[in-house]
């Protein structure tokens, strides 16, 4: 059994930067397909980043892209959602998730559907004001 837990989150004003954090533990391989979510009260939850197996390929969705970086260390087991220039629409819990078997196109192809993804985090709060 996989299990995530986020930390890195917080209160910031609009235009400052969060560093999130993505630890692994459990059974995880080079097939894992890792992504970041958010959900804001309301609203439905949207997949913001993922990163190939072994870290050779990233996505960012068009809302982030520019301002959102994601990043692997591998030996630590560990994925990171950088956030630059944020926005009070950035404003949500984040998540992070996990599935198998997915590489390159089929690891970001599935964040348009968060039921792709088996694992879950428990969440982290990012709050942005103007």
């Known amino acids: 059994q996989v299990q995530l837990v986020e930390s890195g989150g917080g209160s910031v004003q609009a235009g400052g930067s969060l560093r999130l954090s993505c630890a692994a533990s459990?059974?995880?391989?080079?097939?894992?397909?890792m992504g970041w979510f958010r959900q804001a009260p309301g609203k439905e939850r949207e997949g913001v980043a993922a990163i190939y197996p072994g870290g050779s390929g990233t996505y960012s969705a068009d809302s982030v892209k520019g301002r959102f970086t994601i990043s692997q260390d591998n030996a630590k087991n560990t994925v990171y959602l950088q956030m630059n220039s944020l926005k009070p629409e950035d404003t949500a819990m984040y998540y992070c998730?996990?599935?198998?078997?997915?590489?390159?196109?089929?690891?970001?192809?599935?964040?348009?559907?968060?039921?792709?993804?088996?694992?879950w985090g428990q969440g982290t709060q990012v709050t942005v004001s103007s």
């Open positions: 998730a996990a599935t198998w078997g997915l590489y390159g196109a089929y690891c970001y192809r599935a964040l348009a559907n968060p039921t792709n993804f088996n694992y």
């Open positions: 459990g059974y995880t391989d080079r097939t894992t397909c």
